[in-house]
């Protein structure tokens, strides 16, 4: 089994940074895409940012500019820079990626959420 670990949030005021890090384990073979979503209540979990293997990045609009998502191929680790922090990037923040494990072949697994609020 391949479990993600994410760490980072908390309370920030607006303007603020915040660095979120996942960490995965388990029987990995090999993990493909990795990406941070969100979840602001009442509304649709939506992609932050994801980042491939070589390291080509894909970001929300509303991320460009603000955030930095990078990853350590050799720690199986993810991480997500946020900057100029503005209120409506609370939410809960998840992680996720694209894995190949020993046990289950490919796919899609979720780390628990770790919530980021920013106080205006």
């Known amino acids: 089994q391949v479990q993600l670990v994410e760490s980072g949030g908390g309370l920030v005021q607006a303007g603020g940074s915040l660095r979120l890090s996942c960490a995965a384990s388990g029987s990995i073979a090999r993990i493909d895409d990795m990406g941070w979503y969100r979840q602001a209540p009442g509304k649709q979990r939506e992609l932050v940012a994801s980042i491939t293997t070589g390291g080509r990045t894909n970001y929300q609009d509303s991320a460009k500019g603000r955030f930095t998502i990078s990853r350590d191929n050799a720690k199986n680790t993810v991480y997500l820079q946020m900057s100029s922090l503005k209120a409506e990037d609370t939410a809960v923040y998840y992680c996720?990626?694209?894995?190949?494990?020993?046990?289950?072949?490919?796919?899609?697994?979720w780390g628990q959420g770790t919530q980021v609020t920013v106080s205006s």
């Open positions: 996720n990626a694209d894995v190949i494990s020993w046990v289950r072949g490919r796919y899609a697994v």
